[in-house]
């Protein structure tokens, strides 16, 4: 039943991507993530509040480097959102699978033991050439760069929640990890925002302005749900529901945007699934002392 959770999380991810898009027209990507972080402070702080958890924490360096590199892959993953299909960017954030299998078919490499490494270096080479198949009708719209950038928020992605496992096992609880991140996205986002300033609400649409709210809101409810999912569920299951966010992106994309996907973009991330719960299931087996949820 924990593992669901992880499913709750997809579903919440994917609906937040749909406010993205729409407010990527008005916004721009330094105050997306600025709102996305304040929202989310405000609407935590007062779920901690209600719960009775507090803010002191034992390992502040933890939380400070799962934010580092959960900016990282939240920035590359809005501005994705912002220039390709929602379905193409949700799925190149869920390379962070394949991504790890790389990692420790590197180290392998590196160490001489690759050997053995050769099922898992398969999920690896699959992984990528799905990529290639997804990306290659950008091609045709300009659109290479967004999605490099979408690439990279899947690798930031595998070494934050490689960290949200971390913090689950030192035992703080899932609302402290989801505030001390959305504090340091609205930081980050302030920041940006500071060289950038803020647009002026008189050419905001009234859509995009109506979506900042659910934006926040969704975000912190994803992160708390995908939280919990990997601090309690059986680990190779929990990694493997993420993919459900894919079918969530696609049926929106369809729906709500009218997004042409074609058929082998299509072919490319069933390839992509495939070769991340793949890499997973080796991945358990290679090392059978590193967490599955470190995707």
């Known amino acids: 039943m924990q593992a669901l959770w992880m499913v709750l999380a997809a579903f919440f991810f994917a609906t937040m991507a749909v406010g993205i898009k729409v407010a990527s027209g008005s916004f721009s990507l330094w105050e997306l993530v600025f709102y996305r972080g304040l929202i989310s402070v405000i609407f935590m702080g007062a779920v901690m509040r209600g719960r009775g958890i507090g803010l002191a924490t034992p390992v502040p360096m933890m939380h400070a480097w799962r934010s580092v590199i959960g900016v990282f892959s939240l920035t590359s993953w809005f501005y994705a959102i912002a220039h390709l299909p929602l379905a193409t960017a949700m799925t190149l954030n869920y390379m962070s699978g394949v991504w790890v299998a790389a990692f420790v078919v590197g180290g392998a490499l590196l160490y001489g033991k690759s050997t053995s490494q050769g099922p898992l270096m398969a999920t690896v080479l699959a992984g990528f050439a799905g990529v290639v198949m997804m ?121 709500l945007f009218d997004e042409q996907i074609a058929p082998i973009a299509w072919l490319g991330m069933a390839v992509i699934v495939v070769s991340g719960v793949a890499a997973t299931v080796l991945r358990t087996r290679v090392l059978p002392n590193t967490p599955a949820e470190d995707h």
């Open 135 to 255: 990306l290659r009708p950008t091609l045709d719209q300009n659109q290479l760069f967004a999605g490099l950038i979408g690439l990279l928020s899947g690798l930031g992605a595998s070494m934050a929640y490689l960290q949200v496992a971390a913090l689950g096992k030192v035992g703080e609880p899932e609302g402290r990890t989801v505030f001390y991140f959305s504090i340091g996205t609205a930081a980050a986002g302030l920041i940006g925002v500071l060289f950038d300033g803020f647009t002026d609400w008189h050419t905001v649409s009234w859509q995009a302005g109506a979506w900042l709210l659910p934006i926040g809101v969704l975000a912190s409810l994803g992160q708390w749900a995908m939280t919990r999912a990997y601090s309690r569920g059986p680990t190779l299951l929990v990694a493997n529901l993420q993919y459900a966010g894919i079918v969530f992106a696609a049926f929106y994309s369809l729906l």
